[in-house]
């Protein structure tokens, strides 16, 4: 099992910029894929970025150029940077891991709050 502890969510004006931190009770690189993603209000949860063991990104259309995610795996840690913010990237914003598949939907964090205002 592991443990995913999300921070840094906040309240930020828009064209502004936030980093997610993604926490892992165990060592990251016994995890294939981990990624971010979000929910907002009244919407189903979506699949921000990932990425895998090996370095390998994915970002969905409308972050893509925006957001960045990466890893340290020293520190067990994968973030989200996040520029450029518009009102539309405000959601709750989850960390999820997978020890072997390629969508990091195994194992999840509690989530965190992002609200970008205009």
């Known amino acids: 099992q592991v443990q995913l502890v999300e921070s840094g969510g906040g309240l930020v004006q828009a064209g502004g910029s936030l980093r997610l931190s993604c926490a892992a009770s165990r060592t990251i690189f016994s995890l294939n894929a981990m990624g971010w993603y979000r929910q907002a209000a009244g919407k189903q949860r979506e699949l921000v970025a990932t990425?895998?063991?090996?370095?390998?990104?994915n970002y969905a259309d409308s972050v893509k150029g925006r957001f960045t995610i990466s890893r340290d795996n020293g520190k067990n840690t994968v973030y989200l940077q996040m520029n450029s913010l518009k009102p539309e990237d405000t959601a709750v914003y989850y960390c999820g891991g997978n020890k072997h598949g390629l969508i990091p939907n195994e194992y999840w964090g509690q989530g965190t709050q992002v609200t970008v205002s205009s």
């Open positions: 990425i895998t063991r090996g370095g390998s990104t």
